[in-house]
């Protein structure tokens, strides 16, 4: 079957809809509302009409990038389409960087999709005069 990678698309009921067909629990969506509006880049793969894809890209549009919430629906994965969503959010970022320069995509990929991420160009940490790469998890107080 076909699909296309589309901009901009993704809302908060296509995102909710793919994390709970991945597996995951839906997101606080005031809290999802908000990461979407503040994404650099928003992707979906859509099929159909149904969205079987997204991708979001956070950071500050010039030094650094981060790739989230990459997820495939279960039925569709192994047809390229994680491929497709990483390599053309690589793309939008590289207009976003002036000629000449270099920014940062970094990521956290999830446990055993290394390999995946190696694939598209994507270095394990530590990595020449890059460290480890860590995370915190930060609980609200509010």
């Known amino acids: 079957m076909a699909y296309k990678i589309y901009e901009n698309r993704l809302n908060i009921v296509n ?3 793919l994390r709970i067909a991945g ?3 839906p997101l606080d969506s005031a809290r999802v509302k908000r990461a979407l509006a503040a994404s650099l880049i928003r992707l979906t793969a859509e099929d159909g009409g149904e969205t079987i894809g997204m991708l979001r890209v956070a950071g500050d549009g010039a030094f650094v990038f981060v790739i989230a919430d990459l997820l495939v629906h279960p039925t569709r994965r192994g047809e390229g389409i ?4 990483v390599s053309r959010a690589l793309d939008l970022i590289s207009m976003m960087v002036p000629q ?3 920014g940062t995509v970094t990521l956290v990929a999830a446990s055993g999709r290394e390999e995946f991420y190696r694939n598209l ?3 394990t940490i530590p990595y020449g005069e890059v460290g480890h790469g860590m995370q915190a998890y930060v609980r609200g107080h509010r």
């Open 15 to 17: 995102f909710q809809t």
């Open 121 to 123: 160009g994507f270095h």
């Open 100 to 102: 000449g320069s270099w």
């Open 23 to 25: 597996g995951f629990e």
């Open 82 to 85: 994680g491929t497709a969503l």
